[in-house]
């Protein structure tokens, strides 16, 4: 599951993840993002998300995932540099599977997810 408050980078990312063989389901409302992942939790293995979004963001987001069910790996995206730093001191105790740095390279994202697979 892909969520990003910036529909042309859902839209670009799933379409790479789909053409090579992930299925992909993108959304650009972290709240509604949330829901869809409690009604489908057992079919979404990772979410890719923004760190930051409107009405929540991706560490709010990613608490509430983790607390629904545990085992989901995460990649967060982000266009700044200093979110890791921020990420680890803000989220100490979650883990977090892996960074894409936007714009970043697609392929090396599907590398990273075929990994933690």
Known sequence: MIVDDEIDIINSVKRWLEADGFKVHGIADPLQALEYFQNNSDDIDVVLSDIRMRKIDGRDLVKRIKTIRPETKIIFMTALETDRLELSETLPSIKI??????????????????KIE
Do not use: R
Not at 97 to 114: C, E, H, R, V
């Open 97 to 114: 599977d892996g960074f894409m740095t936007k714009p970043g390279s697609l392929q090396k994202l599907a590398n990273d997810l075929n």
